[in-house]
Protein backbone atom coordinates (compact mmCIF):
# COMPACT_ATOMS: atom_id res chain seq x y z
CA UNK A 1 0.00 0.00 0.00
CA UNK A 2 1.33 3.09 -0.93
CA UNK A 3 0.90 6.00 1.48
CA UNK A 4 -0.49 9.18 -0.44
CA UNK A 5 -0.50 12.76 1.59
CA UNK A 6 -4.10 14.03 1.48
CA UNK A 7 -3.75 16.97 -0.57
CA UNK A 8 -6.85 19.35 1.00
CA UNK A 9 -7.89 20.26 -2.07
CA UNK A 10 -8.59 16.85 -3.63
CA UNK A 11 -12.16 14.85 -3.15
CA UNK A 12 -12.33 12.49 -1.17
CA UNK A 13 -13.90 10.14 -3.72
CA UNK A 14 -11.20 10.38 -5.75
CA UNK A 15 -8.86 8.04 -3.47
CA UNK A 16 -8.08 5.46 -3.92
CA UNK A 17 -8.93 2.66 -1.16
CA UNK A 18 -4.86 2.71 0.26
CA UNK A 19 -4.93 6.16 0.50
CA UNK A 20 -8.77 6.79 1.90
CA UNK A 21 -7.13 3.95 4.55
CA UNK A 22 -3.90 5.81 4.96
CA UNK A 23 -6.15 9.11 5.39
CA UNK A 24 -8.36 7.55 7.62
CA UNK A 25 -5.34 5.66 9.72
CA UNK A 26 -3.79 9.15 10.02
CA UNK A 27 -6.86 10.77 11.19
CA UNK A 28 -7.19 8.19 14.08
CA UNK A 29 -4.34 8.45 15.15
CA UNK A 30 -3.85 12.14 15.29
CA UNK A 31 -7.18 11.96 17.13
CA UNK A 32 -5.64 9.68 19.85
CA UNK A 33 -2.54 11.63 20.45
CA UNK A 34 -4.50 14.86 20.97
CA UNK A 35 -6.56 13.36 23.47
CA UNK A 36 -3.99 11.22 25.08
CA UNK A 37 -2.18 14.82 25.81
CA UNK A 38 -5.11 16.02 26.96
CA UNK A 39 -5.72 13.88 29.51
CA UNK A 40 -2.41 13.59 31.02
CA UNK A 41 -2.09 17.41 30.78
CA UNK A 42 -5.81 17.04 32.30
CA UNK A 43 -3.89 14.63 35.02
CA UNK A 44 -1.45 15.78 37.17
CA UNK A 45 1.10 13.38 38.25
CA UNK A 46 -0.43 12.33 42.24
CA UNK A 47 3.16 11.64 44.06
CA UNK A 48 0.95 10.35 46.90
CA UNK A 49 -0.11 7.09 44.83
CA UNK A 50 2.78 4.03 45.59
CA UNK A 51 4.31 3.41 42.39
CA UNK A 52 3.58 0.03 40.20
CA UNK A 53 6.41 -2.51 41.69
CA UNK A 54 5.73 -1.90 45.29
CA UNK A 55 1.84 -2.68 44.75
CA UNK A 56 2.89 -5.91 43.17
CA UNK A 57 5.62 -6.71 45.68
CA UNK A 58 2.98 -5.84 48.38
CA UNK A 59 0.39 -8.20 46.64
CA UNK A 60 3.05 -10.97 46.06
CA UNK A 61 3.75 -11.31 49.80
CA UNK A 62 0.52 -12.00 50.45
CA UNK A 63 0.34 -15.14 48.34
CA UNK A 64 1.32 -18.71 50.46
CA UNK A 65 4.21 -20.71 49.45
CA UNK A 66 2.29 -23.80 48.72
CA UNK A 67 0.35 -21.53 45.95
CA UNK A 68 3.83 -20.21 44.55
CA UNK A 69 5.49 -23.62 44.08
CA UNK A 70 2.59 -24.48 41.92
CA UNK A 71 3.96 -21.87 39.48
CA UNK A 72 6.08 -23.48 36.44
CA UNK A 73 9.61 -22.19 36.41
CA UNK A 74 9.28 -21.24 32.70
CA UNK A 75 5.99 -19.24 33.56
CA UNK A 76 7.52 -16.04 32.42
CA UNK A 77 9.03 -17.82 29.04
CA UNK A 78 5.83 -20.02 27.85
CA UNK A 79 3.04 -17.53 29.58
CA UNK A 80 1.17 -17.70 26.46
CA UNK A 81 1.52 -21.18 26.49
CA UNK A 82 0.25 -21.37 30.28
CA UNK A 83 -2.54 -19.08 29.34
CA UNK A 84 -3.44 -20.06 26.38
CA UNK A 85 -2.89 -23.48 25.82
CA UNK A 86 -0.91 -22.50 22.50
Same mark, same amino acid.
Given at each position: ?????????? #?? =? #????????? /?????? #?????? &?? !????? *??? /??? &???? /???????? *???? $?????? !?? $??? =????????????
Amino acid at each position: MINTPFEPNR #SV =A #SLTLGELEN /FIKETI #SKHNQE &TL !TTSEE *AQP /FDE &TVPP /FWQIVTEN *ADKI $PDELWD !TV $PED =ASEKLDDYLYNQ
